[in-house]
C-alpha cells in the first residue's frame, strides 16, 4: 500500500522560506515522477510544480517560478518544496502527489497522479 505523508507547514509572515517534505512508501520511490499542488479557500486544485522520476528536471507554474524549488532526496524517499520569498497569495493547502507509473517526466495535470497525501496548510500572513 503506499502512503504519502507532507509535512513542515505552518505560519509565517510575507517574505519568509518555509521548506515542505513529502515521503511516500510503497513503491519504488526513485522510480517515480511527482508533483505538488495547492488549494486555496473557496478555490480549485492548482498545479505548483512537478520533477520527473530521476530528480533532475523539475517543471514550475508561472506563480512560483523563480521563488520555489522542487528537489527529490532517493536515500530518504522524500521530495521537498522549497519555498521562498513567501506571498499572501501562497497561502493554501499544500499537496504533494505521486505519478500513476514509474518514469515519467512528470506532469501539470492533477489526473496524471495517482497517489495523494493529505495536505499541509501554508498561511503568509502579518
Known amino acids: 500500500q503506499v502512503h504519502v505523508v507532507e509535512s513542515g507547514g505552518g505560519l509565517v509572515q510575507p517574505g519568509a522560506s518555509l521548506q515542505l517534505a513529502c515521503r511516500v512508501s510503497?513503491?519504488?520511490?526513485?522510480?517515480?515522477?511527482m508533483g505538488w499542488f495547492r488549494q486555496a479557500l473557496g478555490k480549485g486544485r492548482e498545479f505548483v510544480g512537478t520533477?520527473?522520476?530521476?530528480?533532475?528536471?523539475?517543471i514550475y507554474s508561472d506563480s512560483v517560478r523563480g521563488r520555489f524549488t522542487i528537489s527529490k532526496d532517493h536515500a530518504n524517499l522524500t521530495m521537498y518544496l522549497r519555498m521562498n520569498s513567501l506571498k499572501p497569495e501562497d497561502t493554501a493547502i499544500y499537496y504533494c502527489?505521486?505519478?500513476?507509473?514509474?518514469?515519467?517526466?512528470?506532469?501539470?495535470?492533477?489526473?496524471?497522479?495517482?497517489?495523494w497525501g493529505q495536505g499541509t496548510q501554508v498561511t503568509v500572513s502579518s
Open positions: 502527489a505521486v505519478d500513476r507509473s514509474p518514469s515519467g517526466a512528470g506532469n501539470i495535470r492533477s489526473g496524471t497522479y495517482g497517489y
Open positions: 510503497g513503491l519504488t520511490f526513485s522510480n517515480y515522477a
Open positions: 520533477i520527473d522520476w530521476s530528480g533532475r528536471r523539475a
